[in-house]
């Protein structure tokens, strides 16, 4: 996961990781651990963040 895209896309939606969180049905602890460490999600997790966002799945990953 681009952690650096994640934190961009969640403050230019005017979001907290809270509220992204709850919107994609998440603990905000997960969100939290998703930006600090990345790694990969499943893809279940990952396609709800993007919704929440607003772009494509792989929009969130490193490439």
Not at 32 to 44: E, F, Q, S, V, Y
């Amino acid at each position: 996961m681009d952690r650096r895209k994640l934190v961009d896309l969640i403050a230019s939606r005017g979001l907290t990781q809270a509220q992204v969180a709850d919107r994609a049905g998440m603990s905000r602890a997960a969100v939290n651990k998703l930006i600090k460490h990345g790694g990969t999600p499943r893809l279940d997790t990952l396609g709800k963040l993007a919704h929440v966002l607003g772009v494509k799945p792989s929009e969130l990953m490193d490439m």
